[in-house]
């Protein structure tokens, strides 16, 4: 963002007071699961689950469901109120949707979590079956705004993402959609992602930052300075006001020691443990975070 640095600390002030304003105090936890991991016939150009690219990832099968309930039960332990269920490929399959909503049973029935899925591109008959289960929400990112995302993938479309997006809203679930920055965007195409992200208006807004991995088209880009990801989570929440905005993937590796700047700026929700194919931090270092922000783990999700 063209902002000398000497703003910063005024542009966060202001993203500290919305927040405030629209959302209230403290942060929300949520945990994910690469229940489904790698072979994933989609050319996104940032992922190393991507069967066109030479990552070296250690993939997986669908998990069982029971493995996913352990994982599920951890979280709550650490502080989540909210699990998400991720699984690899263009969408799910019919064997990998019936796991998935065999985990979803035995989480709603052994936990007190909320549960997500992240399961990609969903016909009409999935997105009923996940809503009838009890999955309260679906992530589907955007991942780039319209004007770059042929720069990003060529397997399926921008048009592709909206129509997931909107179906999740029709069925009922909460939408979480967000996406990627620092995958060579302009700042201009930031800011369209942002209002591209405002007018499907989802609940979550996860904020992604670019953690580039080897073997994948973007794997020797530099990553963002961390001033520059904090004015941009700033300029996020001004743009969405009333949304919970994720600290996401890349949060570690981007923001380093600026990562309870990022949660003054705007970002009032967080991932805590490790990705799809990339380490977290531990649980006990963000909570020590939020205990030293003074923030309290919101529950009411």
């Given amino acids: ?158 048009e592709d993402r909206v129509g997931t997006a909107l179906l999740v809203k029709k069925v009922g679930m909460q939408l979480c959609c967000g996406g990627i920055l620092g995958m060579g965007e302009t700042l201009r195409q930031r800011l369209e992602l942002a209002f591209e992200i405002r007018e499907l208006d989802p609940t979550w807004v996860p904020i992604n930052l670019l953690n580039p991995r080897p073997g994948t088209p973007l794997g020797n880009f530099p990553k963002l300075a961390p001033f520059e990801a904090v004015k941009t989570i700033a300029v996020f929440r001004l743009i969405l006001p009333d949304k919970i905005l994720m600290s996401a993937g890349g949060r570690e590796v981007v923001l380093r020691d600026l990562q309870s700047m990022g949660i003054l700026a705007g970002a009032n929700a967080l991932i805590m443990g490790n990705y799809l194919t990339t380490l977290g931090r531990l649980p006990e270092e963000d909570l020590a975070m939020l205990k030293d922000l003074e923030m309290p783990v919101r529950k009411d999700v």
């Fill in 1 to 158: 963002m063209l902002l000398d640095k000497e703003c910063i600390p005024d542009l966060v002030a202001i993203a500290r007071k919305v927040t405030l304003k629209y959302k209230g105090d403290g942060v929300f936890i949520r945990s994910i699961i690469s229940a489904k991991t790698g072979a994933c016939p989609e050319d996104c150009a940032f992922c190393s689950q991507s069967a066109h690219f030479d990552t070296h990832i250690r993939s997986h099968p669908m998990l069982a469901p029971e493995t996913i309930l352990e994982a599920a039960k951890e979280s709550e332990k650490n502080g989540a109120a909210d699990f998400c269920i991720v699984t690899s490929g263009r969408g799910p399959d019919s064997y990998t949707l019936r796991k998935v909503l065999e985990a979803v049973d035995l989480i709603l029935r052994y936990t007190t979590l909320k549960v997500g899925c992240s399961l990609g591109s969903l016909t009409e008959k999935q997105a009923w079956a996940l809503k009838e289960a009890g999955v309260h929400r679906y992530n589907h990112n955007l991942e780039a705004a319209r004007s770059y995302f042929p720069q990003i993938c060529s397997t399926h479309t921008y």
